[in-house]
């Protein structure tokens, strides 16, 4: 068996939304629908992502660079020293992406610290009414060896 350890998720979720542009509007529509539940909790986004919550919905967002321009890598970074518990990803399956590596090496190193992660509204859904989402969460984490 793996040795684990156990990371507690505070009430204030730390959270992560980042959308591709033909899934922008999904994810707006699905902000937008729990604004005042997102609002509670503390949220990053990358750019292009972090301009329209701010400017459609009025969220305060710690914005990183536009997705293509390192700002997958640097939510991946947030993601490894313990500053993201879920992460809103609503990515493109239909179109090809110039930084296809970055995107993959996100969704890569979320399941690496088990962080909750998000790609559609069904899952998103789901999750905004789990009764974890605003209390405290043991999340288990591997202990790696390093
Ligand atoms: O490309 C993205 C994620 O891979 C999204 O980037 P923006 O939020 O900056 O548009």
């Not at 700002?71 to 313990?82: C, F, K, R």
Request: zero cysteines.
């Amino acid at each position: 068996m793996n040795e684990v350890e156990i990371v507690e998720m505070d009430e204030v979720k730390r959270i992560a939304l980042i959308a591709h542009d033909n899934r922008k509007q999904d994810l707006l529509d699905w902000a937008s629908y729990n604004v005042e539940t997102l609002k509670k909790h503390k949220l990053y986004a990358t750019w292009g992502t972090g301009t329209l919550l701010e400017e459609k919905l009025g969220l305060e967002v710690i914005k990183f660079k536009p997705g293509p321009l390192g700002g997958d890598q640097e939510v991946g970074s947030l993601i490894a020293n313990n500053g993201v518990d879920i992460l809103v990803f609503f990515w493109d399956p239909l179109e090809p992406m110039p930084h296809d590596p970055d995107v993959k090496a996100l969704l890569r190193i979320a399941v690496v610290w088990n962080v909750v992660v998000v790609s559609d509204k069904a899952t998103a859904d789901f999750v905004v009414s789990s009764p974890f989402f605003e209390k405290k969460y043991p999340r288990l984490v591997r202990k790696y060896e390093y």
